[in-house]
Nanobody, 115 residues
């Protein structure tokens, strides 16, 4: 069983930055892509970004140019660097690792963008 643990959320003013982390409990982390999702208040969960096993990335249009996803295989950790944050980025952010056999999710970390 693999555990994913997100951290790094918090309260930030509009225009500010945060870096979220997603730490995996197993080295199989290096074999799979990692997705980031978010769920805002009263909204459905939406996909934000992905980083593939070999580092290829893709982003939702709403965050393109502001968010950057990366990964560190030695630490079994993925990151979501979020810059120029907007109030509409307020949400619980989740990391996800689909392996085919099982879909792993973290518990989420709250990001609140407010002045």
């Amino acid at each position: 069983q693999v555990q994913l643990v997100e951290s790094g959320g918090g309260l930030v003013q509009p225009g500010g930055s945060l870096r979220l982390s997603c730490a995996a409990s197993s080295s199989i982390f290096s074999l799979y892509g990692i997705n980031w999702y978010r769920q805002g208040p009263g909204k459905q969960r939406e996909w934000v970004a992905v980083i593939g096993r070999f580092g290829g990335t893709n982003y939702a249009d709403s965050v393109k140019g502001r968010f950057t996803v990366s990964r560190d295989g030695a630490k079994n950790t993925a990151y979501l660097q979020m810059n120029n944050l907007k109030p509409q980025d307020t949400a619980v952010y989740y990391c996800n690792m689909p392996t085919g056999a099982q879909d792993y999710w973290g518990q989420g970390t709250q990001v609140t963008v407010s002045s």
